[in-house]
């Protein structure tokens, strides 16, 4: 089965850089997503890693470093609109995508 | 990009009764989709993988009888929950793939709140 770790809350200052870090246990591995949700919303694509590294989309960069088992999402500018939930997910055998809690972040003025 | 729509976005049902979610990829065919279901301030649990022209594969703990997935097309997958109850309220949520093995190529729907009252 798979099993994933995130924070389940991080707080961080407008304009500032925040990581929510991810670990997670997996019987089968193809990639690791990020995924931000705002209240009452659906969940909406923010990154993807299937290999070790670092993957830079704008203020959103995802790392993955598939022996450790662990990857991160960096937020960088942070503003306001950033506070919602941050999931991290699994895709294992069969486009599986399992989801961690989720990672609650709050921005703060 | 692909898109993923589902319908109804909410829907109000009454204790016994069934109510069927759509899920529709509008631009490309999936052979896959999959239905979640998300309890406030929870996550995403996956509730069962739906094969077009075979029957869903459903995860530990869910009722089949209950949650009755259809993928009649590669274009619509449903879930009708049957005999509703107040505990099935929620808000469900489905994916659909572009193709096996893919892992960047998975769509959400905007997902359907469901109320049973």
Known sequence: ?109 | GAVVSQHPSRVICKSGTSVKIECRSLDFQATTMFWYRQFPKQSLMLMATSNEGSKATYEQGVEKDKFLINHASLTLSTLTVTSAHPEDSSFYICSASTGPFSGNTIYFGEGSWLTVV
């Open chain 1, 1 to 109: 089965g798979q099993s994933l770790e995130q924070p389940s809350e991080v707080t961080a200052v407008e304009g500032a850089i925040v990581q929510i870090n991810c670990t997670y246990q997996t019987s089968g591995f193809y990639g690791l997503s990020w995924y931000q949700q705002h209240d009452g919303g659906a969940p909406t694509f923010l990154s993807y890693n299937a290999l070790d590294g670092l993957e830079e989309t704008g203020r959103f960069s995802s790392f993955l470093s598939r022996s450790d088992s662990y990857g991160y999402l960096l937020l960088q500018e942070l503003q306001m609109k950033d506070s919602a939930s941050y999931f991290c997910a699994v895709t294992g055998g069969y486009q599986k995508v399992t989801f961690g809690i989720g990672t609650k972040l709050q921005v703060i003025p």
